[in-house]
């Protein structure tokens, strides 16, 4: 049912034959050859949580709208409604419905295995999808069951692209993560969706080769950056390059992939402890160390974090702010020259503000873009990293430091190009 790109184009080019009988059908070089502008365009997802990565591609994808269709009125349907609506100016409406049903219509609903409720659930769905032209999932790791149940996150994506089809909406899949998706049923509620789209691109190959692995055709899809690479940055204050350094260590809540999962516990104080044993080596050779987040919840591996470098060094000062956005994120890596972190997109900021960095991933996600941007020999995996090896690690960043700076700033100026095709290409196809 997917809506190849290269037909959207040829049937926009016949529609506006009279304007571009001299162009070539390149939409990123006529960007301004575009077809009525929708009135509504609905956001979907885990936005407001707390997860300052998710948070973030909603903001970008928000100022590109804001900036080439001031026109139109956007709709963002999420998980904290509320938070949102506060944070970005724009309307709300919940994933799903509020709460389950009470009184005579709770028992009705329970009697008849909670059919009734999700079918009033899908009617509302798709009252409100039905006034969209277009739904857009910005980013973020949409395609994958981190923490996720089948009855959640997977469940609730085939609920609102099943509906937009229905309604005529059309649905794009925007620069997203893809996989992994270990729990079969999730994979299955999360491929059927993706079937329903009518554009799809994927922030990295990975993600790209996982939907081909699982038999889903992707000859139609592109890759794109990730959308927080077109968040601006904060401005650099430029210093000297002292012996000591400042270096950041974003920490992460991390309890294994389903944190629901047993031995979730261990695995968290396991990365705490081998953690705090090389903050420990870090002031004890003089450097500064900041703390850094990317997800409300990780203020709990902070606290944690501080309690574990205590008990071996009290007097151990270690620098931490609390932050509310990508842009927050991106101005405490801004004080920092060396970062090592965990997160994904704390990853993504301290490049973008060419922070030479290490990442202790959960996820392969991360081990591929730091291969893009040069830095391929300096990840390891959270669950099993070797604090040895971090600190040879470190040692070896440190020491080649202005050159992988110079690498990283010429990487993210291919990226901004790259994020300025698609651009013009959803202009063009999708949201024109």
Request: contains cysteine; aromatic residues 8%; glycine residues 8%.
């Amino acid at each position: 049912m997917t809506v190849e790109i290269g037909a959207a184009v040829k049937l926009d080019s016949l529609a506006s034959a009279n304007s571009i009988k001299a162009a070539s059908h390149d939409p990123s070089e006529h960007p301004t050859v575009l077809r009525r502008a929708p009135q509504t365009m609905v956001l979907l997802g885990l936005f407001g949580s707390g997860n300052l990565g998710n948070d973030g591609s909603l903001e970008a994808m928000i100022g590109f709208l804001r900036r080439e269709r001031p026109e139109a009125e956007l709709l963002c349907v999420c998980g904290e409604p509320g938070v949102v609506k506060h944070t970005f100016g724009i309307e709300t409406l919940p994933i799903r419905r509020n709460g389950p049903a009470r009184g005579l219509s709770g028992t009705i609903n329970r009697l008849f295995l909670k059919i009734p409720g999700k079918l009033t659930d899908f009617a509302r769905t798709y009252w409100h999808v039905r006034k969209a032209d277009v739904m857009i999932f910005p980013g973020t790791g949409i395609l994958d069951d981190f923490g996720e149940r089948p009855a959640g996150m997977p469940y609730d994506i085939l609920k609102w692209c099943f509906a937009a089809r229905l309604a005529g909406t059309r649905i794009a899949f925007v620069s997203i993560g893809a996989g992994p998706i270990r729990n079969r049923l999730s994979r299955l509620l999360m491929m059927s969706a993706a079937r329903l789209s009518h554009y799809r691109s994927y922030r990295d190959l990975l993600s790209k080769e996982f939907m081909e692995s699982v038999g889903f055709d992707t000859r139609a899809d592109a890759i794109y950056p990730d959308l927080a690479f077109g968040l601006p940055a904060p401005t650099l204050s430029h210093r000297g390059r002292p012996e000591a350094l400042r270096v950041g260590i974003g920490v992460m809540a991390y309890r294994g992939w389903y944190g629901f999962a047993e031995g979730g516990q261990s695995i968290f104080f396991q990365y705490i402890d081998k953690l705090a044993n090389f903050v420990v080596h870090l002031l004890d050779c003089g450097h500064d160390v900041r703390l850094l987040t990317g997800d409300d919840e990780d203020r709990i591996a902070i606290a944690a974090l501080q309690a574990a470098v205590k008990h071996i060094r009290p007097e151990a000062k270690l620098a931490y702010e609390r932050v509310n956005s990508l842009s927050d994120v991106m101005g405490q890596m801004a004080l920092t020259d060396i970062v090592v972190a965990t997160r994904f997109h704390n990853i993504v900021c301290a490049l973008k503000m060419c922070r030479p960095t290490i990442s202790l991933s959960y996820a392969r996600k991360n081990d591929v873009l730091m291969e893009e941007m040069g830095l391929g020999g300096f990840c390891q995996h959270i669950e099993t990293f070797n604090v040895e090896m971090l600190v040879a690690q470190f040692s070896q960043l440190r020491a080649a430091r202005e050159k992988h700076e110079q690498a990283i700033s010429e990487r993210l100026a291919t990226l901004r190009k790259q994020i300025r095709r698609q651009e013009a290409r959803l202009l063009f196809s999708t949201i024109a």
